[in-house]
């Protein structure tokens, strides 16, 4: 433990309880807390926001905590001016959800130096050396790909498609950030797979709704023959929504939609037949990010890489489903 800080609380305590033999009580005087510098990518999407509540209210006081967050608004730049300051604040923990994979290695070196362990949340780094970072969960993101399009192979088999050739499209998420990166591959390598699937164009619309309807809105100028969108993120599925409905097509039906994350309003527009299928995503990190560190403050070790489990839902079973949704 590298700070100490004191809750407020527990020096009110000190009055009451600590002295009331007449002597000081030294456990009851000091409660240390674990200072966290937690180097976020933005607010770009419902996911994200997810995610943020997720780390505030697990990295709190009454759970022996001190959180500095820190919201890059989507550039690396801001990361890497965070995770320096959090260095020169001398925090217990840095954690980061890196907005893209490559570039980390000289900050890294720098905690590293400081003798501070970096965990990583969400997205991961591409690094040329591992020991740079001690822990990494979040989601897979390569297997989210292959999933999406598992469930349009399965669609196409039951709803008499199978020998339709099918024009797709894929609204990309931020280019070099390691979930567009897998889902990407995942997508495309299952697309190559079946020669009636035709990719005719793959454009990053940021994870964002509005940059997500823009990028909708041009492909169906281009391409007045889509089947299928991928949106790499609900978000810039809603925003192909709009722009879908806008040229007089019925979204989910005229054209059939595959999104990630599966957040609360995707599952309404799920129920709504507007998405036909999403992948999920889980972006509630914050307690699995506290369970490394608690196992790290008792000197024990952590798996580098922790996967969360993930499904896919549709049409079928959305309705069943959301009321035990969590975001
Ligand atoms: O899918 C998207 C968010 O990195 C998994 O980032 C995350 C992605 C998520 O903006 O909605």
């Known amino acids: 433990m590298k700070k100490v800080a004191f809750i407020a609380l527990a020096l009110v305590t000190i009055a009451g309880a600590a002295f009331a033999g007449g002597k000081p009580d030294a456990s009851k005087m000091e409660k240390k807390l674990i200072t966290v510098g937690y180097a976020q990518v933005g607010a770009e999407s419902d996911w994200r926001t997810a995610n943020t509540e997720s780390f505030k209210s697990t990295f709190v006081e009454a759970n022996g905590y001190k959180l500095i967050f820190d919201d890059a608004q989507q550039k690396q730049e801001n990361q890497i001016k965070a995770i320096r300051n959090f260095i020169q604040q001398d925090v217990d923990y840095i954690v980061v959800a890196p907005v893209v994979e490559t570039g980390w290695e000289t900050v890294l070196k720098e905690a590293k130096d400081a003798g501070i362990p970096v965990i990583l949340s969400d997205r991961m780094m591409k690094l040329s050396d591992n020991s740079l970072y001690t822990a990494w969960v979040g989601g897979n993101f390569l297997k989210e790909g292959q999933d999406a399009i598992g ?5 196409v088999a039951k709803s008499g498609l199978k020998d339709k050739d099918l024009n797709i499209v894929i609204l990309q ?7 567009q990166v ?19 164009a793959k454009q990053t619309g940021e994870f964002t709704q509005a940059k997500g309807q823009e990028v909708m809105e041009s492909f169906l100028k281009a391409y007045p023959n889509i089947d299928v969108v991928i949106a790499e993120n609900d978000n810039m599925a809603f925003g192909a929504i709009d722009a879908i409905k806008a040229v007089g097509k019925v979204p989910g039906k005229d054209i059939i939609i595959i999104s990630f994350d599966a957040v609360h309003e995707a599952f309404n527009r799920m129920i709504a037949g507007e998405i036909n299928a999403d992948v999920e995503c889980n972006p509630l990190h914050g307690p699995r990010v506290a369970e490394i560190i608690q196992t790290l403050e008792k000197g024990g070790s952590v798996d580098k890489i922790m996967y969360v489990k993930e499904g896919t839902f549709d049409t079928t079973n959305a309705a069943a489903i959301l009321p035990s949704r969590k975001y």
Not at 174 to 179: C, L, N
Request: glycine share 16%.
């Open 173 to 179: 998420g931020t280019i070099g950030s390691s979930a």
């Open 151 to 155: 469930w349009l192979d399965a669609y």
């Open 182 to 200: 897998g889902r990407t591959q995942g997508v495309t390598e299952g697309i190559a797979k079946n020669p009636h699937y035709k990719l005719l």
